[in-house]
């Protein structure tokens, strides 16, 4: 491939920072998905089996499979994105021999010259980030790298059996931002030798190396890993689905304040996970994210009401449509939460578009939500 050939790609996203506690929201890109399970990896993590994550066994796609997921993918793109991007997950990408690396590339970057895709993404370890696996990229549109940090506490990360340490990712942040990549990290709660305390300091950490965005997973017991055996031996506990979604939304709040978007909270829904095929134990759930949403809006309605006056057995809420269902939480229970608490004989909830995606309307009162 010739570098006079290659398609002009920005990899300029960095987010204006206004002065507001919210992450910016920008518009999502339209991904279209190649999961690569344990490619490139050098050895197994205790909590990882991909395989089960995302029921791909199969590792080589022909080029004539390639093309025909793509252009699959390609028909379901709506009006609503504004990037599309080709992405590898599952594996360690840099991880892999050179030929294999630039296969991949050369496969998907026809999508880009054609005009029918804008850029390349891949997940990757920090210690195969390195100015030798970044001048592979050179002669690519790749535009957004995800490092899978896990942790920032270099205990848990030897517990985790993860094979490298805190400083690795500091290091391969540096050399991406050298190069004006998009970053993404990835990062774990309830990992073996993780706490409260841990998961802040890792999140502190991160924010300081200030990515583009952040993806939060709890850790689940995924079945034939290293984990589960832990699990049955009795030498590891998940934690619960309350405790994690707490966590969760303490870590998305701080990350909110350090105007750092959250992407995704919890493990993709799937097939795998949703018919009890591949998780042992561990607070899964298909809509987590949503989970953490309505715990903050909750949070949110009753600071607000319990500085109220008292003697009030109605109330109404006014927001956009898009957070009606944060607002009431998974069955309603947000709803039946407050009139219990403050006993309240309704609560009317009005949706209106004109409203403000970041605020809630109380009576007349705003609030701020994210």
């Not at 006079?4 to 790609?9: G, N, R």
């Not at 190649?34 to 089996?49: D, T």
């Not at 499979?65 to 709506?78: E, N, S, T, W």
């Not at 709040?253 to 996970?273: E, P």
Request: glycine share 6%; with cysteine; hydrophobic share 40%.
């Amino acid at each position: 491939m010739l570098k006079a050939d290659i398609p002009v790609i920005d990899r300029t996203f960095q987010i204006q920072k206004a002065d507001h506690p919210r992450p910016v929201s920008i518009k999502r890109p339209f991904i279209i998905p190649f999961f690569l399970p344990h490619i490139g990896c050098p050895q197994r993590c205790v909590f990882c089996n991909q395989t089960a994550v995302t029921g791909v066994r199969q590792n080589v796609v022909s080029p004539e499979q390639f093309r025909y997921l793509v252009k699959r993918f390609l028909a379901y793109k709506g009006e609503q994105r504004d990037r599309v991007q080709i992405a590898f997950y599952g594996g360690n990408f840099l991880g892999q021999k050179k030929n294999q690396i630039t296969s991949l590339l050369d496969e998907a970057s026809k999508f880009v010259f054609e005009g029918d895709v804008d850029s390349l993404r891949f997940s990757t370890r920090p210690d195969t980030i390195n100015d030798e696996s970044l001048d592979i990229l050179e002669d690519y549109p790749v535009a957004t790298i995800e490092i899978g940090v896990q942790s920032m506490d270099d205990d848990v990360l030897t517990l985790t059996k993860r094979g490298h340490t805190a400083l690795d990712t500091q290091k391969a942040v540096h050399l991406l931002k050298q190069r004006k990549y998009e970053i993404g990290l990835q990062v774990m709660v309830g990992l073996p030798g993780d706490d409260e305390i841990r998961s802040f300091s890792t999140a502190e950490k991160v924010a300081d190396l200030f990515p583009d965005f952040v993806r939060i997973y709890p850790t689940v017991v995924l079945k034939e890993s290293l984990l589960a055996k832990w699990y049955l031996q009795g030498r590891y506990t998940p934690l619960s689905l309350g405790s994690s979604v707490t966590l969760v939304k303490k870590l998305f709040l701080f990350f909110a304040g350090k105007q750092i978007q959250v992407i995704r909270m919890g493990l993709q829904a799937s097939d795998q996970l949703e018919n009890g095929r591949a998780i042992m134990a561990g607070p899964y759930h298909p809509a987590f994210g949503h989970l953490v949403y309505s715990e903050i809006f909750l949070d949110r309605v009753l600071s607000h009401l319990n500085h109220r006056r008292s003697g009030v057995d109605a109330i109404s809420i006014k927001l956009h449509p898009r957070n009606t269902s944060h607002l009431r939480g998974l069955n309603n229970q947000n709803i039946k939460q407050l009139k219990k608490t403050f006993l309240l004989k309704a609560v009317q909830i009005i949706s209106d578009f004109e409203c403000p995606t970041d605020q809630l309307v109380i009576d007349g009162a705003s609030i701020p939500v994210p």
